[in-house]
């Protein structure tokens, strides 16, 4: 299947501080792509919906300053935690569907970053 | 907004033994997904589903797209204990535009195999 890259998959990172994660659909271009959070044991919940060369589209609740969302080209999207506090400690995964006109559109998942912010 | 129920939650088996789970929605869809996720990793895509009333299968694996649209099922057949982990159903009705793509995950089913 389609293969989407995420980066980095661990990172620590001091309180008051910016982390960037980066998603890569490596075999085919996405226009969109989402991102999720997932606490442990929990199931995922979508936090934005990234545009490619537009604003990324975010969920009720989620902070649109806090959490930056940059798609600038057709294979990459970005993450941004901005000011990071411990209650942003989490596990975040980017996905991305298959263009509808390939008669695909089904979504695959990168391989999720842990943040955790001390 | 739309919600699904996946059920179990959790189910604990012996290898060896058939497992069914499956998600309800309150309202269409129109596709299905199951997804399988080991800890700390992403979620991997198992069957697709596109049409109401598909039935589809991947190996052990078979999965259906409900008539009503508004749910689905997914067998696993002589289970290992590699099929541990959390396997997660997620439908999308896709109007076009920025809504494409976006998709609703149920709560997940967690399933332990013993052998």
């Known amino acids: 299947g389609a293969v989407v890259s995420q980066h980095p998959s661990r990172v620590i990172c001091k309180s008051g501080t910016s982390v960037k994660i980066e998603c890569r659909s490596l075999?085919?271009?996405?226009?969109?792509m989402f991102w999720y959070r997932q606490f442990p044991k929990q199931s995922l919940m979508l936090m934005a919906t990234?545009?490619?060369?537009?604003?990324?589209?975010?969920e009720q609740g989620v902070e649109k300053d806090k959490f930056l969302i940059n798609h600038a080209s057709l294979t990459l999207s970005t993450l941004t935690v901005t000011s990071a506090h411990p209650e942003d400690s989490s596990f975040y995964i980017c996905?991305?569907?298959?263009?509808?006109?390939?008669?695909?559109?089904?979504?695959?998942f990168g391989q999720g970053t842990r943040l955790t912010v001390v | 907004g739309q919600q699904l129920n996946q059920s179990p939650q959790s189910m604990f088996i012996q290898e060896g033994e058939d497992v069914s789970m499956n998600c309800t929605s309150s309202?269409?869809?129109?596709?299905w997904l199951w997804y399988k996720q080991d800890p700390g990793e992403g979620p991997v895509l198992l069957i697709a589903?596109?049409?109401?009333?598909e039935l589809t299968s991947n190996g052990r694996l078979t999965a259906q797209f409900g008539i009503t649209r508004k749910d689905s099922f997914l067998n696993i057949s002589a289970s290992i204990p590699s099929d541990v982990g959390i396997y997660f159903c997620?439908?999308?009705?896709?109007?076009?535009?920025?809504?494409?793509?976006?998709?609703?995950f149920g709560q997940g089913t967690i399933l332990t195999v013993h052998p």
């Open positions: 309202s269409i869809f129109n596709t």
């Open positions: 589903l596109y049409k109401a009333g």
């Open positions: 997620a439908g999308s009705y896709n109007a076009g535009g920025t809504s494409y793509g976006k998709l609703t």
């Open positions: 996905s991305a569907r298959v263009p509808s006109g390939t008669g695909e559109g089904r979504a695959f």
């Open positions: 075999d085919f271009q996405a226009t969109t």
């Open positions: 990234s545009n490619e060369g537009s604003k990324a589209t975010y």
